[in-house]
Structure formats: C-alpha cells, structure tokens
C-alpha cells in the first residue's frame, strides 16, 4: 500500500516543471548558436543538413555567450596595482627615514627628540640605578650590553629612584 500524497504535492510537481522548462529553454539557446554535432547515420553529421544562418540570425549566434571551462578570465589589472602599490609602500618605508634625516639640518632638536623617547627615559632611569652600561644611547631603543641579568624595581621603590636620579 503506497502513503498518501502530501497536500502540496501538485504544487511541488509545478515547482519541477517549471525548472525542468527554463533548462530546457537555455539549452535550446545554446543549441541554437551553436548546434550539437550527432551522427545521423554513419559518417552522415547532424551538421552537414544545416543551413548556415544569415543577416540577424548570424549576429545573433555571434552574440549568444556560453560558460565553458575551455577559457578562463584573468584580469592582470588587480594583481598588478597591488603589487605596484605595495612596491610604492615598501619604498617608502625604508626611504624615508633617510629623506627625512638628510632634510633635517638642526642635530640639537633632532638629538633632544630621541633623548626625551620613551625608552631613552627608561634608560636614564635605569642608569640613575646603577645598570648598564648600554648600547644606543643616540637610537630610539636603548640596549643593555650585558644579556641575561635580571633587575627588578621591586627592591626600591619608584619614587626613591626618582629621587636619586638627575630628573631634578
């Protein structure tokens, strides 16, 4: 004993039709550009019976384009801006520290800018404690020269090593 349809069985079956209509419909656009070859008979083609088509007929199969995986589109344009900006970049990263230090012609306030960083306060600091000595004291980071020692400013306090320093 078969189930029962369900209610909306007919419209689902629509639905089918429908889809089934429209495939049928885009091949035949395809098939109409660009006929499929099929042997009729024995060395006899489906192609050689057909009429090569003329005036609005052929510029309509010159048009008609078709998806295939013979070609692929490639646009060149993309990759290469964002190559060329990435160049332009990159160039300019490491170019303008260079530009900008040849331009600047005043060492005082150039030297007073790095001396007052961040990290050169911290040295100073540091220094005021006793640890160093240090490696680039003219550069943006300071480097202590000794590795591996281990300091801490839990044994004093901050503002005893304020006071002891000449940020007076």
């Known amino acids: 004993m078969c189930p029962p349809l369900r209610p909306t069985q007919w419209h689902d079956e629509m639905i089918n039709l429908h ?21 009729v008979y024995p060395g006899v083609s489906s192609l050689s019976n057909i009429r090569t088509p003329s005036g609005n007929s052929a510029s309509l ?11 692929v589109s490639f646009s060149v344009l993309g990759p290469l801006a964002i190559f060329i900006v990435s160049a332009v970049i990159v160039v300019t ?7 900008v230090a040849w331009r600047r012609r005043d060492g005082e306030k150039t030297k007073e800018w790095v001396e007052t960083g961040v990290m050169q306060l911290h040295r100073i600091l ?13 550069d943006g980071i300071p480097r ?15 503002k ?3 006071s002891s320093s000449s940020f007076t």
């Open 144 to 158: 202590i020269t000794e590795m591996g020692r281990k300091f801490s400013f839990r044994d004093q306090g901050i």
């Open 61 to 71: 199969c010159s048009q008609v384009k078709i998806q295939t995986t013979a070609y």
């Open 93 to 99: 990263n490491q170019a303008l520290p260079s530009v």
């Open 160 to 162: 005893e090593a304020c």
């Open 19 to 39: 889809n089934t209509s429209l495939a049928i419909l885009q091949n035949r656009i395809i098939d109409y550009a660009s006929p499929p070859d099929v042997e």
């Open 126 to 138: 540091c220094e005021g404690r006793g640890l160093g000595p240090w490696n680039g004291k003219e």
